[in-house]
T-cell receptor, first 113, second 115 residues
Framework: GENVEQHPSTLSVQEGDSAVIKCTYS??????FPWYKQELGKRPQLIID?????GEKKDQRIAVTLNKTAKHFSLHITETQPEDSAVYFC????????????FGTGTRLKVLA | NAGVMQNPRHLVRRRGQEARLRCSPM?????VYWYRQLPEEGLKFMVY????????ESGMPKERFSAEFPKEGPSILRIQQVVRGDSAAYFC?????????????FGAGSRLTVL
């Protein structure tokens, strides 16, 4: 089936600490794995994505790692800041004739000043 | 580039009325997705459309809900005889293709409140 599990559902960290969110998916032919950030009352916005020809991708304080064999990928945020507080969603494109994007259940990250 | 445009941003309906939500994709994008987000919950896939074609509607309730993406004009998500449980934010996203590696860009959402 099309299953995307995301953990943890909530995460509180002290400012400056790191945060890690993990996404596990069921069988997928996809080679593309994005992460979205949604601030309160706003639209989800892409913050980083990875394609399966690489195992890790970094963009300043955020990184994504991918283990395609184990079918999971993770979002890493270092040196967290209060503005990182938001809900983060992973997404996986599942193929059934065509691709549709299924989102994880979300992780509410709170960065404590 | 105006991005993905959704309207109305807020819509209030009484039980039994109809709600019509519109989505214009980004310029150059021909694929549209609709997602529903209940308060404090995730993004639930509803339907995926191309121009004049419904690709996948497996996430859409069989009754009262319909979607279209005509040759001209925006994609429309239509909810007939709304009930309180339909109150949610409805997000549209667009992409340039269906390769499974295309970035989804979201609109600002339409927030439906059913009284």
């Amino acid at each position: 089936g099309e299953n995307v599990e995301q953990h943890p559902s909530t995460l509180s960290v002290q400012e400056g600490d790191s945060a890690v969110i993990k996404c596990t998916y069921s069988d997928s032919a996809s080679n593309y794995f994005p992460w979205y950030k949604q601030e309160l009352g706003k639209r989800p916005q892409l913050i980083i994505d990875i394609r399966s020809n690489v195992g890790e991708k970094k963009d300043q304080r955020i990184a994504v790692t991918l283990n395609k064999t184990a079918k999971h990928f993770s979002l890493h945020i270092t040196e967290t800041q209060p503005e990182d507080s938001a809900v983060y969603f992973c997404a996986v494109p599942f193929f059934s004739g065509t691709y549709k994007y299924i989102f994880g259940t979300g992780t509410r990250l709170k960065v404590l000043a | 580039n105006a991005g993905v445009m959704q309207n109305p941003r807020h819509l209030v309906r009484r039980r039994g009325q109809e709600a019509r939500l519109r989505c214009s994709p980004m310029k150059g994008h021909s694929h549209v997705y609709w997602y529903r987000q209940l308060p404090e919950e995730g993004l639930k896939f509803m339907v995926y459309l191309q121009k004049e074609n419904i690709i996948d509607e497996s996430g859409m309730p069989k009754e009262r809900f319909s979607a279209e993406f005509p040759k001209e004009g925006p994609s429309i998500l239509r909810i007939q005889q709304v009930v309180r449980g339909d109150s949610a934010a409805y997000f549209c996203a667009s992409s340039s293709g269906q390769s499974g590696a295309n970035v989804l860009t979201f609109g600002a959402g339409s927030r439906l409140t059913v009284l």
